[in-house]
């Protein structure tokens, strides 16, 4: 099973939200899902998506999504697939809202550590990292990305010290496409 944790300070931790890009740039996380979920024909039932919100009402949400043959998904419902998700948060409980569709409050760095604890290899996109061509890479990995604003300073530091910086190229690229090289690069290794 390959992770994607990806992260955003500012997407909106409700799902009262209309406009993608007034919600935190929302458009930029359903980018990421359809990278990270989607192939032309198919879904990657081999990728669990893990989205870390820290935008406005109520910071932190996690939310967990993995495809499977029960859940009902097209590239065109994802921004609705997020709003039932965020709206069926239930306080101090994690909830299944579709078969491995889940939310809970846990913070960016809680979501890293179980993963951790799950002996996930833990690599985080970096510009200055070891090329993904070049890297070995486990079957059992997790890759963190931030949005357009990138992960926190704090949390990053933190961060370098437990997990593999590993990068994709000399250029910086959008959070979906880098999503889909990581993934590119997985399966051409058949990971």
Known sequence: MKHFIYFSRNASTTGNFKDLMKAGRMDIVIHSIIQGLFLSN??????????????????????????????????KDVANLIKKILYKYKKDKKTEVF???????????KVIEELINEDKEIFILDKSGVDIRKAEISNNCAFVLGDHDGLPKKELRRLKKIAKPISIGPKTYFSSQTIAIVNNELDRRNI
């Open 99 to 109: 078969p491995k569709c889940f939310i809970e409050k846990k913070s960016f760095l």
């Open 42 to 75: 198919s879904f990657r039932e081999d990728v669990k998506m893990h989205l870390v919100f820290y935008g406005m009402p109520d910071p932190p949400k996690h939310i967990e999504i993995q495809v499977t043959p029960d859940l009902e998904i097209s590239k």
